[in-house]
Nanobody
Framework: QEQLREFGGGLVQAGGSLRLSCAAS????????MGWFRQTPGKEREFVAS????????DYASSVNRRFTISRENAKNTLYLQMTDLKPTDAAVYSC???????????????????WGQGTQVSVST
């Protein structure tokens, strides 16, 4: 059964750091481009970052660029998001998603992704 599961969310003070992990099972992880998205109540799901299947290409939303780093370990079927200098506006439910490589679609479009995790809450206090 295909599954993505996020770990590492929690409460952090503004300016602090967190690392999220996403463990994949039931899919050939290295065949998928991966993304992180976030959502707050009443707002549309927002693109955060994406990484190509081989880790060679990364893309970031402008709001997180230079603060967040996406990475992956294909040997461990795991995706990461290192978040630094967190701001209250970063508070959201963060979800990882898998997009089959080779599909000619925008990796920033959440509706194009094939599999999703259930999400992990990130809260940032002032």
């Amino acid at each position: 059964q295909e599954q993505l599961r996020e770990f590492g969310g929690g409460l952090v003070q503004a300016g602090g750091s967190l690392r999220l992990s996403c463990a994949a099972s039931g899919i050939p992880f290295s065949s998928y481009n991966m993304g992180w998205f976030r959502q707050t109540p009443g707002k549309e799901r927002e693109f955060v970052a994406s990484i190509s299947w081989d880790g060679g290409l990364m893309d970031y939303a402008s709001s997180v660029n230079r603060r967040f780093t996406i990475s992956r370990e294909n040997a461990k079927n795991t995706l990461y998001l290192q978040m630094t200098d967190l701001k209250p506006t970063d508070a959201a439910v963060y979800s990882c998603a898998a997009l089959l490589r080779g599909r000619i679609v925008s990796h920033r479009d959440w509706s194009k992704y094939d599999y999703w995790g259930q999400g992990t809450q990130v809260s940032v206090s002032t």
